[in-house]
């Protein structure tokens, strides 16, 4: 008997937390069979086409939006018989209608959440918008503060930095919905300082074999481009033809803007990292969320409540150590 074209599981959030990086080792295991494109955001749509975003970029992305049922399940057809079969759209945590969505249709889904610092996620989140030409605040803490404006606005999911980092929120809504030994929440630090346990661990509780991926692959992190000419005079150049590029097919503009925006990103410099005074400004953003956070996982992230920058990815694999437990 052949099988529904569904997924059994989904990674479902959080956006910059390491989800990419989980989902190309879960690629790597001969049992899994994961989709293409890697995130359809196919639970984000009810059965229509997603709303017209506003932000920079916003509306030459959302062409990719999977939203019809049927194109959905052809993402699955291709699924070797017995793998286990998955897709990885970060937002689906945060978006309520997803996880009403995702609760009713599939009742036997598994979900895997990945959280980081939510500092430490809403830089990342605001980095790779800089670093890609779409964000033109060159200040973390101002394109932070204009988050209310921007939803107004109608700025699609991604530009929304505090409210994606909220996963004591997300979390006790989806408990509502799903049954918690369904949800497996995975935190950054390991993926970054215990990587092959990680993996095991989420093959564990999707029921697949251990031991068979030895390695997580760095994430999808961007160079950090400096304020000056460069985002000065290639930004707005990046935004407009974002925003032309909504009239041509994805692959195109794709194609187009890479030279653009490897111009952009051509220079040396490093991520610098946020100062405690920073992150002291920040921490009551998210202080009562955490709190939120522990209670319902019944683990401790008081960690997150510390001022001290935790770095990169790539930072943090540098300089990691066997047996290392960096907080994050």
Sequence with gaps: MSRDPRPDFLLVGAPKAGTSALHLALAAHPDVFVTTPKEPKYWLCEDAPPPHWGGPGDRH????????????????????????????????????????????????????????????????????????????????????GREAERVAAGYAPFWRYRELG???????????????????????????????????????????????????PRDNSRPYVSPGWRPRVLGPVVRGGAWAGQFAPPELWRRASAPLVALLQSSEAHRPSLSAEQRARLLPAFAEDIGLLCEITGEDFSDWLSTRDRGSFAQRSVHRTPGSREAG
Excluded at 111 to 136: C, F, K, Q, T
Excluded at 193 to 214: A, K, N, S, W
């Design 61 to 144: 992305s959302q062409q990719e939006w999977i939203w019809r049922a049927e194109a959905y399940a052809d993402l699955f057809r291709p699924a070797p018989e017995g793998t286990l079969r998955g897709e990885s759209t970060p937002f689906y945590l945060w978006h309520r209608g997803a996880q009403r969505r995702i609760a009713d249709a599939l009742p036997e889904v598994r979900l895997v959440a990945v959280v980081r610092d939510p500092i430490d996620r809403a830089y990342s989140n605001w980095m790779h918008l800089w670093s890609d030409g779409l964000e033109h605040e060159a200040d973390f803490e101002t394109a932070l």
């Design 166 to 216: 909220l996963y004591g929120e997300q979390l006790r809504d989806l408990v509502k919905l799903v049954d918690p030994a369904r949800i497996l929440v995975v935190r950054y630090r390991d993926i970054v300082d215990h990587p092959v346990e990680t993996v095991d661990r989420t093959c564990r509780f999707l029921g697949i074999r251990e031991g068979m991926v030895q390695q997580i």
